[in-house]
């Protein structure tokens, strides 16, 4: 495996392992898990403004940042609201920027159109199973985090369309 392929696995392995399983078996495991993601999306996509030369991935990366960072607001919101708790962001975005730090610039592009390629799938996945959770209301927060994760899905389903031009616009070498 030469190089490149090594920093991309990496990478991909990196970004994915902040969305864990994409099971939401509570309100809880949701929250933490949207909002790693979240906060790993825009870390990548902070990156991406700094190490890349392209402005289709550039023009991506601010909207990846505007969208999620206003995403990962609203979730923290609806979660204090309820009384769960999120996981700390400071930590959450220094283990995201300790993971993606290593990239090399030739390779930065491809790696990260193939890493949101498969971040917003995993993230659709996991919106989903929420989405079509039955609520009972004795979760509290329950019943808003099943809106949240429908009003989400849309935009999600958009980036994951957007990133797979991306993708074939910046194809592996």
């Known amino acids: 495996m030469d190089g490149f392929n090594v920093r991309h696995l990496a990478l991909a392995i990196a970004m994915s392992s902040f969305m864990g399983s994409a099971l939401a078996a509570t309100s809880n495991d949701f929250v933490d ?3 790693a993601g979240g906060i790993a999306e825009v870390e990548a996509s902070r990156l991406a403004l700094e190490k890349s030369g ?3 991935i550039k023009k991506f990366a601010n909207m990846m940042i505007s969208d999620h960072s206003k ?3 609203e979730l923290a919101a609806l979660a204090k609201k309820n009384d769960i708790e999120v996981p700390d962001s400071t930590t959450l975005t220094k283990q995201a920027k300790e993971k993606i730090l290593d990239m ?3 390779s930065f592009d491809a790696a ?3 890493n949101q390629v498969k ?3 995993e ?3 996991l919106f989903k199973k929420q989405a079509n959770t039955v609520t009972d ?3 509290k927060g329950a019943t808003e985090l099943k809106g949240f994760a429908q009003k989400m899905l849309p935009a999600l389903e958009k980036h994951l369309e957007m990133a797979k031009t991306l993708q074939a616009a910046h194809p592996d070498k």
């Open 112 to 114: 990260y159109a193939d």
């Open 119 to 121: 971040a917003h799938e």
């Open 137 to 139: 209301d004795k979760v």
């Open 104 to 106: 090399r610039d030739e």
């Open 33 to 35: 898990k949207a909002a």
């Open 123 to 125: 993230a659709i996945e």
């Open 54 to 56: 392209s402005a289709d």
């Open 71 to 73: 995403a990962n607001d």
